[in-house]
T-cell receptor, first 110, second 116 residues
């Protein structure tokens, strides 16, 4: 069974704070993605990667950086968190037509 | 760009009744995208419910079905008899063909509440 693990599952930070969301997949997939999910918007793509060291910009990248350190690990970085980044974040991986999602990280910026 | 529209934000249905969740799409990047329904149960990540990659075909899973209609650009989700355990958030999505199939365009999601 394909697995995508996100950590932490919940995070509260202050405005201006520095946050790193982690994602690890054990599927040997090349493609990994970070989405955010907000009420009334569905899921929106922030960044994605084709493989270790690769980074591609998604549809809503402003305020986010990402880094793919290995094939397994994909990190989302918020260096100056703002309340508008309060959201539910999902990581995903794929190597074909099926995409596997993690359980999500709920981030609250106060 | 591509877009997916789900007209219902929330649907409430009595157990054993039928269900339809509407989904229409607009794909400018490709004529016939791959179409998906994902489901998110409370506390869980998104799971693939069903997919159809050929226009005119029907996909089915766990009693749900959806038909890829290229004439009306629709992919409505239906179930003849819902159960309380079907309560979840349902997302319609599309993607281009090719290798980068995780670059999904999602609808806003429909919250399904099934009451006994």
């Amino acid at each position: 069974e394909a697995a995508v693990t996100q950590s932490p599952r919940n995070k509260v930070t202050v405005t201006g704070g520095n946050v790193t969301l982690s994602c690890r997949q054990t599927n040997s997939h090349n493609y990994m993605y970070w989405y955010r999910q907000d009420t009334g918007h569905g899921l929106r793509l922030i960044h994605y990667s084709y493989g270790a060291g690769n980074l591609q910009i998604g549809d809503v990248p402003d305020g986010y950086k990402a880094t793919r350190t290995t094939q397994e690990d994909f990190f989302l970085l918020l260096e100056l968190a703002s309340p508008s980044q309060t959201s539910l974040y999902f990581c995903a991986s794929t190597q074909g037509t099926e995409v596997f999602f993690g359980k999500g990280t709920r981030l609250t910026v106060v | 760009g591509d877009s997916v529209t789900q007209t219902e934000g929330q649907v409430t249905v009595s157990e054993s009744k039928s269900l339809i969740i509407n989904c229409t799409y607009s794909a400018t990047s490709i004529a016939y995208p791959n179409l998906f329904w994902y489901v998110r149960y409370p506390g869980e990540g998104l799971q693939l419910l069903l997919k159809v990659i050929t226009a005119g075909q029907k996909g089915s899973s766990r009693g749900f079905e959806a038909t890829y209609n290229k004439e009306t650009t629709s992919f409505h989700l239906q179930k003849a008899s819902v159960q309380e355990s079907d309560s979840a958030v349902y997302y319609c999505a599309l993607t281009n063909t090719g290798a980068n199939t995780g670059k999904l365009t999602f609808g806003h999601g429909t919250i399904l509440r099934v009451h006994p």
